[in-house]
């Protein structure tokens, strides 16, 4: 099957500093990757679709500005959480779907972000 | 994209007793799909359908779309403690592939 990983799992980081989370998919190219928030016991908060080669899409309410990704080839995504505040720990996690059409969705294990 | 509505929030069942979740939309669905998100981990894919009136079935997992294709229903019988996890329901419609999930429902199995 599809796999997808994502970089790093947990990272902790003082407020103010920025940290960069990594999606790729390792066995298909990802014409499009999600990028979601979780809080605890909570659904998935989709944040922006990322398209290859194009400027993400965010959803209403996601500071693009906060939440800067991209997507510079087929198989990698990024999110940069700038400026960091205890506000924005939480679990991130990217999805990769192999083309355009709605196909299953490819997780992966997510990000813990912990900002103290 | 539009909400579903899926119920129940949370369910707690004995080991070897059954469990339903329900996925319910105002407006028709092109498809639904249904994941499982163990505790600590990532949501994984478990089915898709398309069909109206379509039935699935993975072992002791039955996944139901209605006629109308507006709720979705997905039943475990004879729950086991690897069961344990949080079960959403995701579409996409009107031709737009941006995913939307129900809020998710947690089975919790007491042994």
């Known amino acids: 099957g599809a796999v997808v990983s994502q970089h790093p799992s947990r990272v902790i980081c003082k407020s103010g500093t920025s940290v960069k989370i990594e999606c790729r998919s390792l066995?298909?190219?990802?014409?499009?990757m999600f990028w979601y928030r979780q809080f605890p016991k909570k659904s998935l908060m989709l944040m922006a679709t990322?398209?290859?080669?194009?400027?993400?899409?965010?959803e209403q309410g996601v500071e693009k500005d906060k939440f800067l990704i991209n997507h510079a080839s087929l198989t990698l995504s990024t999110l940069t959480v700038t400026s960091a505040h205890p506000e924005d720990s939480s679990f991130y996690i990217c999805s990769a779907t192999p083309g355009q059409a709605y196909n299953e969705q490819f997780f992966g294990p997510g990000t813990r972000l912990t900002v103290l | 994209g539009q909400q579903v509505m899926q119920i129940p929030q949370y369910q707690h069942v004995q080991e070897g007793e059954d469990f339903t979740t329900y996925c319910n939309s105002s407006?028709?669905?092109?498809?639904i799909q249904w994941y499982k998100q163990r505790p600590g981990g990532h949501p994984v894919f478990l089915i898709q359908?398309?069909?109206?009136?379509e039935v699935k079935k993975q072992k002791r997992l039955t996944f139901q779309f209605g006629e109308a294709k507006k709720n979705s229903s997905l039943h475990i019988t004879a729950t086991q403690t690897t069961d344990v996890g949080t079960y959403f329901c995701?579409?996409?419609?009107?031709?737009?592939?941006?995913?939307?999930f129900g809020r998710g429902t947690s089975l919790i199995v007491h042994p």
């Open positions: 995701a579409h996409a419609s009107g031709g737009s592939y941006i995913p939307t």
């Open positions: 066995d298909f190219q990802a014409t499009t």
């Open positions: 990322s398209n290859e080669g194009s400027k993400a899409t965010y």
């Open positions: 359908l398309v069909k109206s009136g």
């Open positions: 407006t028709t669905l092109s498809n």
